[in-house]
């Protein structure tokens, strides 16, 4: 059974920064973050490959502020967000996936075979 344990939510000031974790549980996976706002869908963050060679982001709302980045001999990995807004305010998901998608589309919530149970971020102004 795979698990993903996230750690490193809370509440912070408006321009401030928390980096979230995301421990997994056996072999090493394509790993994605996500949010959900209270009355909207889930959205794409950020996602990194099985390598960490590669990395992808969302657009311009988290590109620059936000940072992913994996350490496989712990296998997990990691979320730098600084500069906090307001609007980053929303549950933050960890997710794995088995296999990589064929065209990059690391931004569907598709591929990703596992999720954790989210950590709440709430970013005052």
């Known amino acids: 059974q795979v698990q993903l344990v996230e750690s490193g939510g809370g509440l912070v000031q408006a321009g401030g920064s928390l980096r979230l974790a995301c421990a997994a549980s056996g072999r090493r996976f394509v790993m994605g973050w996500f949010r959900q706002a209270p009355g909207k869908e889930r959205e794409f963050v950020a996602a990194?490959?099985?390598?960490?060679?590669?990395?992808?982001y969302a657009d311009s709302s988290v590109k620059g502020r936000f940072t992913i980045s994996r350490d496989n001999a712990k296998n997990t990995v990691y979320l730098q967000m600084n500069s906090l807004k307001p609007e980053d305010t929303a549950v933050y998901y960890c997710a794995a996936g088995v296999s990589a998608p064929f065209n990059e589309a690391y931004y569907s919530p598709s591929i990703y075979d596992y999720w954790g149970q989210g950590t709440q971020v709430t970013v005052s102004s």
């Open positions: 990194i490959t099985r390598s960490g060679g590669s990395t992808y």
